[in-house]
């Protein structure tokens, strides 16, 4: 019996025991199981409480970062931001190419990662349109989608591209783009991987954009 209640009192113990707050960089570890999450089940499925569970931290600690669910997500579609800048950036480094060799390469890493993380590219979209969307979420949207305007500026000193405002002029692009893999399954469109339809589109974009006589 004496066994028996000090095998009870242990356990009652155990469960009282508070989680810990630390977990080495706590901030990160929550950015990328929400990630998980969003990539998994959307963003209503993401809970501070949840992710608390699953890092085993207490209930309050996230908030000591983020503090409530709408700071997460706007955290994580900056986050978003980031990486998509780096990704276009990579793609437009090369100056010695033509225009449509850059816009192609552009629009290429745009498809490859609208592809790859579609949940985070829609949660960026949305979280840039809200109301009251943080300034730095929106800084990060602009330098990132900077990529492509750069470019058509580029091309019309070069006399390949029509003239006009290069940042509307490059959302012709996007819009074509995001048309395209809303229309796709799995990457391809009728048994086509996208990646060969992205050439044959910007051709067909290029032509026009080429000046007039």
């Known amino acids: 019996m004496l066994q028996f209640i000090s095998r009870t ?7 009282a ?3 810990p707050y630390h977990h080495g960089n706590l901030r990160e570890a929550l950015l990328h199981a929400a990630e998980k999450t969003l990539e998994t089940s959307g963003a209503q499925s993401i809970s501070l409480r949840e992710l608390s569970r699953e890092l085993g931290v207490s209930h309050t600690s996230p908030r000591r ?3 409530n669910k709408q700071a997460l997500l706007d955290a994580l579609a900056l986050r978003g931001f ?3 800048d780096l990704a276009l950036g990579r793609a437009t480094k090369d100056r010695g190419h033509n225009f449509q060799t850059r816009l192609t390469k552009l629009t290429r890493a745009f498809v490859s990662f609208a592809l790859k993380h579609s949940a985070l590219l829609g949660l960026m979209f949305e979280a840039k349109h809200r109301a009251g969307a943080p300034r730095e979420l929106l800084e990060a949207s602009e330098k990132a989608f900077g990529h492509a305007a750069a470019a058509f500026a580029e091309g019309q000193t070069t006399g390949e591209v029509v003239a006009g405002d290069p940042w509307r002029l490059s959302l012709v692009v996007f819009a074509a783009m995001q048309g395209l893999i ?13 990646d060969r339809l992205v ?3 910007i051709e067909r974009l290029i032509l026009g954009l080429r000046p007039r006589p």
């Open 182 to 194: 809303a229309l796709s399954t799995d990457g391809k469109f009728k048994g086509i991987p996208l």
């Open 82 to 84: 980031e990486r998509f």
């Open 9 to 15: 009192c242990n356990v009652a113990a155990v469960k």
């Open 17 to 19: 025991t508070p989680r």
């Open 199 to 201: 050439g044959e589109i």
């Open 65 to 67: 970062h983020f503090a």
